[in-house]
């Protein structure tokens, strides 16, 4: 999969999407560098940020610290609903992919796990 910028009309539909500056502190990385260079990550796998130009760590801490504060949540559900309300996903577009992965020998049949001294 070939790695591409937002557009301007993208980054405008993310942006407000995204804490505000903070006003006390260093000022952090430009924001829409920083997308663009976790969705370059993401893209090309971070394990291979080591080997290119990237500098990795300003988008490795944003990301996690958006995940862990919520953010991308609200940039996934909102991307989600504009494309519900334009058409272009919809249930019927929608699949769900599962591995299926044998069971190992001895395994209890009815998927529980037993536990030492009854079953859990």
Do not use: C
Not at 5 to 15: A, G, H, I, Q, Y
Not at 58 to 78: C, F, M, N, Q, Y
């Amino acid at each position: 999969m070939e790695f591409k910028e937002l557009t301007d009309e993208r980054w405008s539909f993310v942006k407000p999407l995204l804490p505000p500056q903070p006003h006390v502190g260093r000022k952090r990385a430009d924001d829409r560098k920083v997308v663009n260079g976790i969705l370059y990550l993401s893209i090309t796998a971070w394990q291979m940020a080591r080997y290119s130009m990237v500098h990795i760590r300003p988008p490795w801490r944003r990301h996690e610290t958006w995940s862990e504060e919520g953010i991308w949540d609200r940039v996934l559900k909102a991307i989600r609903e504009r494309a519900y309300a334009n058409g272009i996903l919809t249930l019927n577009s929608v699949a769900i992919d599962s591995t299926l992965i044998e069971s190992k020998k001895g395994a209890n049949p009815q998927g529980t796990m037993d536990t030492i001294g009854g079953k859990g």
